[in-house]
């Protein structure tokens, strides 16, 4: 088992949230991880991402390699698309549909997702409003991660535990409605895929 | 199946390391990307349990200096900088080497190569070696960890300090690391040799004849070292040299197995033997390292003859950035791999100012006070979140060199006859290197008008605790500035017309003037109103 996952977002969206769920998860179902993350400078607002690697076997590079991401899984949809070199020409595309807004010269959302939608493989969710309806309005990562988990080989179990362990400090109210968002984002998923 | 493990970043092993090695002493200042080892240790339970000191220092010099005490005092002392803050620290770090340690002392250099969040992407192996000491380069997180212990070992072993260089890549990258049964902390012991560290010249000839004699030693540890390492390899067209956490890209690359000789370069002074057996065996020979070509330029040597060599000198690998799977492929002349190119309609989203930041409400003002009254030109700036008023809407700075230079920049144009000469520098980086060249300004009552934008953080790196809070009228007045010519502000959009007046009168004013809007961070606020209403 492999899984190599290109997160992205806007510094302040909270991507590592996404990252700490599925990392916990691997390391409880006894698999290889490696996470690379961006502190800094990018953070005030800048373009972020994460590495997330994921395997059965040793993992060397904190990297992922150009072309061979299997996921690209972005909490916005312009950033998406900026992470397109490392992704496998048989790699997904899961993004959020709604834009994070803090440059002059954003494009037209509209196109953007029309040359997401140019890919073959791919899951444009509206995750604010699928959060808002799962009851959790901050919840639009867990979402993302819901989305994510029906193409990682991880059991559902396994990923419902690790949103509960990183968590469980805020109270139960805040688990159950961070596993709403999430198995919400996993059922459009999966109708979508087919 | 993989052990119980911890997840650490490559920070956080090497802190966690040191706690579980028994060190006594946390010192730093925050830099990314060394930031969260001081950070891990401020957090760890166990640290506070076994009363391990873990507090910020003002810069990376007096953090390296408290650490050398602590090593004097025969306890293990570990200091984290980021690489530009080993020059800020270069004066001790060097004299170090010669003075010698008693408790073990680990420097922990974080590199930054690609400039994700620098000035420079500067190799602090070079320094290192400049300095003669061990260098340890860990290419996992499980390596870091350990390495701690090694370095410790080591460090007590020949009395000598250690430097242990990263990259931002391992810094900031989380994998599994198995830790070790805890060792207990020194006993306060101090040296045997009262003048050991009493670098007089007569002592202190002495004292780097030992550091000279220690060379042999040093490489005789790297020839055995458990983290350098000869892999041979049947196909002898090509051998390699894999430095760190290249050694990972390069492994990515053979996930069954490089089919060529590899040197895994962990530990300096680089492994003779194991490279001259490389070289004697392959035709020609590949440098990978992170960094600056520092080991090929060696393999080079000055006439840059008998040795095939390749690597970012030429051009096999780009002579700056840092690595990544994809270089290494290149370099080796495999296939490439890679995805689409980035689609013409992403726009790039540069850093900003945070929604509400009281440094975007201080800039307004600055702008039209000086650069729309005087032209672009006037304003020296500094490293910080505040830097980012070089980008648009703002684009009103002019310099960002190194801690402290917006001051001293501006009294030397202010010298040179430029009016009005400005500085615009943060809180804590001006408790770390801006309160001397305020001083010399005093001194010679230069005409200069000096902005310390006080935030009560140190905000770029994540919001520390800063040494300047609450301090900033009296050091300023300390040191000699007149009081009314101190001028605090708050730095708000209604305070906008007060300010721009102010920062005029100050500018009219013919000697040193201090202007500080003081407004917290936002995101320190933020955090500190959330833990205060989820209790």
């Known amino acids: 088992m492999k899984c190599d996952i290109l997160l992205a977002g806007v510094g302040g969206q909270g991507i590592l949230s996404i990252a700490a769920v599925i990392g916990h998860a691997a390391l409880s179902s006894g698999l290889y991880m490696k996470q690379s993350e961006v502190h800094g400078m990018s953070q005030r607002g800048g373009d972020v991402q994460s590495h997330v690697r994921i395997s059965s076997r040793e993992i060397f590079s904190d990297l992922v390699p150009h072309g061979s991401a299997d996921m690209i899984l972005s909490v916005e949809p312009m950033e998406a698309l900026r992470y397109l070199p490392w992704l496998s020409p048989y790699g997904w595309i899961i993004t959020n549909s709604q834009p994070f807004v803090n440059i002059p010269n954003y494009p037209d959302p509209k196109a953007i997702i029309a040359e997401i939608e140019k890919r073959p493989r791919h899951i444009v969710i509206n995750a604010d409003e699928l959060a808002k309806a799962a009851g959790n309005s901050r919840g639009m990562n867990m979402v993302m991660a819901g989305a994510a988990s029906l193409f990682i080989d991880i059991p559902l179990q396994k990923m419902e535990e690790a949103i509960d362990a990183l968590f469980s400090r805020k109270g139960a109210d805040i688990v159950k409605s961070n596993i709403a968002a999430f198995r919400a984002g996993r059922e459009f998923a999966q109708k979508k895929r087919g | ?535």
């Open chain 2, 1 to 535: 199946m993989v052990e119980k493990m911890v997840m650490l970043l490559g920070d956080e092993a090497i802190a966690q390391g040191a706690i579980d090695a028994g060190v006594s002493g946390f010192y730093a200042y925050p830099g990314t990307p060394s930031t969260e080892i001081m950070e891990y240790a401020q957090q760890s339970k166990e640290a506070a349990e076994r009363g391990i000191h873990r507090q910020w220092s003002a810069n990376e010099k007096t953090a390296m200096e408290a650490a050398l005490g602590m090593s004097y005092c025969g306890k293990r002392a570990m200091v984290s900088m980021k690489h530009v803050g080993l020059n800020v620290a270069a004066d001790p770090f060097v004299n170090a080497g010669v003075t010698g340690a008693n408790g073990g002392l680990v420097v922990v250099a974080a590199d930054d190569p690609s400039m994700h969040s620098s000035q420079n992407e500067q190799d602090s192996r070079i320094l290192g070696s400049f300095a003669l000491i061990p260098i340890f380069e860990p290419s996992s997180q499980q390596e870091a960890y350990d390495m701690v212990f090694a370095g410790y070992e080591m460090s007590e072993k020949y009395r000598t300090p250690v430097l242990m260089r990263l990259t931002t890549r391992l810094a900031h990258s989380r994998a599994g690391v198995v830790r070790r049964e805890p060792l207990p902390q020194k006993e306060l012991k101090l040296p045997e040799d009262k003048r050991q560290f009493v670098l007089l010249p007569g002592i202190a000839r002495k004292r780097y004849r030992i550091l000279l004699e220690n060379q042999v030693r040093f490489l005789e540890e790297s020839e055995k070292s458990p983290f350098n390492r000869y892999v041979d390899g049947k196909d002898k067209s090509r051998g390699i040299i894999a430095c760190g956490i290249a050694y990972n890209y390069l492994m990515e690359n053979f996930p069954d197995g490089c089919p060529y000789p590899v040197v895994k370069l962990c530990q300096y002074p680089a492994p003779k033997k194991m490279i001259e057996r490389l070289v004697k065996e392959t035709k020609e020979v590949l440098v990978l390292e992170d960094g600056q070509p520092m080991i090929e330029e060696r393999l080079r040597g000055l006439l840059d003859r008998d040795v095939t060599v390749k690597g970012r000198l030429s051009g096999e690998i780009p002579r700056d950035g840092e690595l990544n799977p994809l270089l290494v492929r290149r370099a080796l002349g495999m296939p490439e791999t890679t995805g689409e190119p980035v689609p013409s309609i992403v726009a790039p989203r540069p850093p900003s100012f945070c929604t509400g930041c009281g440094h975007a409400d201080a800039y307004h003002a600055i702008k039209e006070a000086i650069k729309e009254a005087y032209g672009d030109g006037h304003i020296f700036s500094d490293i910080g979140c505040y830097t980012l008023a070089a980008l648009p809407p703002f684009e009103t700075i002019n310099s960002c060199v190194d801690m402290g230079a917006s001051i001293t920049m501006a009294k030397g144009a202010a010298d040179a006859g430029l009016f009005p000469a400005v500085a615009v520098i943060g809180d804590s980086t001006f408790t770390h290197g801006g309160m001397t060249g305020l001083l010399d300004c005093i001194v010679e009552d230069s005409n200069v008008v000096i902005f310390i934008l006080d935030n009560s953080a140190t905000a770029m790196t994540g919001g520390q605790e800063s040494h300047a809070t609450g301090r900033l009228k009296e050091i300023c007045k300390g040191l000699g500035v007149k009081e009314e010519h101190i001028r605090i502000l708050t730095p708000l959009k209604k305070n906008h017309e007060e300010m721009v007046r102010i920062i005029r009168e100050e500018i009219e004013y013919k000697g040193v003037s201090v202007i500080i809007p003081t407004r917290e961070c936002i995101q320190t606020l933020g955090r500190k109103n959330k833990a205060k209403g989820g209790k």
